[in-house]
């Protein structure tokens, strides 16, 4: 079974974020870049398979700058095997619908990919519909928030798990598929791993490459747009209390007032 686990290289949760005053986006150079989390739990998910059923194959494969082989390293030295790196000054700004026709050109660089691993949605746009319109533009079944993945022959249930609660999904394979926080923790990467991460193949690609349509990436090609943008404002101070003996009824007060009780 061949596994394509779609990866992004995205801003430390940690630091302090940004937009580019000029054009409205994110100003990736101005911060710690890292792993996404959510997606080192789907290349656990897609490692766990690869162990569950033998001669299986994991490929990751990201869409970035190139620095990004950073991210690919992490997943790599993890324990997939090999990856893919779509990488060319003309992605830069690429909205939501761009990225997934792009992500999908991609995976079809790849062959005979059986499944396709993505995380719900990255911490950086938090748009979570990546992995359904990759499936949408290949044509396969979407199988959404799982938190199980079961392989069984030709066919891949999965445990989706919602606010609206738990569902069992299966379609038969090939088919995309996104996780949740819940589904794993994924490993650490041990010494031998990352030695051995140095020595995988990374396959970089351009849009020529990969048969990419300049004209459907790229921000003058987006089909949103940020119109505005300001900071964050600082938290106001807090209501302080003087408990002189109705500090309890003061609260319950200050509570009801905010309609929290």
Do not use: C, W
């Amino acid at each position: 079974m061949n596994i394509v686990v779609l990866v992004k290289q995205v801003p430390d949760t940690y630091s302090e974020r940004k937009l580019n005053p000029s054009d409205g986006v994110l100003d990736r150079d101005a911060t710690d870049a890292v792993l996404d989390e959510i997606n080192e739990r789907a290349v656990e998910a897609a490692l766990v398979l690869k162990e569950a059923n033998d001669g299986s194959e994991v490929t990751v494969l990201t869409m970035g700058p190139d620095r990004a082989t950073d991210a690919i390293r992490k997943a790599l030295s993890m324990g997939a095997d090999k990856a893919v790196h779509l990488s060319d000054e003309a992605l830069a700004g690429t909205d939501a619908v761009g990225t997934a026709k792009a992500l999908a050109k991609a995976i079809g660089t790849v062959d005979g990919v059986d499944l396709v691993i993505a995380g719900n949605e990255a911490s950086d746009g938090r748009g979570g519909a990546i992995a359904a319109m990759v499936a949408d533009v290949l044509g396969l079944p979407a199988l959404t928030h799982a938190r199980e993945i079961t392989v069984d022959g030709s066919a891949v249930t999965v445990k989706r798990e919602t606010d609206e609660g738990i569902t069992m999904l299966s379609a038969e394979l090939p088919a995309v598929i996104s996780v949740g926080e819940k589904i794993n923790e994924p490993r650490y990467p041990s010494f031998k791993g990352i030695m051995a991460a140095k020595k995988k193949p990374v396959a970089t690609l351009s849009l020529a490459d990969a048969g990419i349509d300049a004209s459907e990436v790229g921000l003058a090609n987006a089909l949103s747009a940020v119109t505005s943008a300001s900071p964050k404002p600082p938290k106001s101070a807090g209501e302080k209390i003087e408990d002189e003996g109705d500090g309890g009824a003061k609260i319950a007060a200050f509570l009801v007032s905010q309609k929290l009780i």
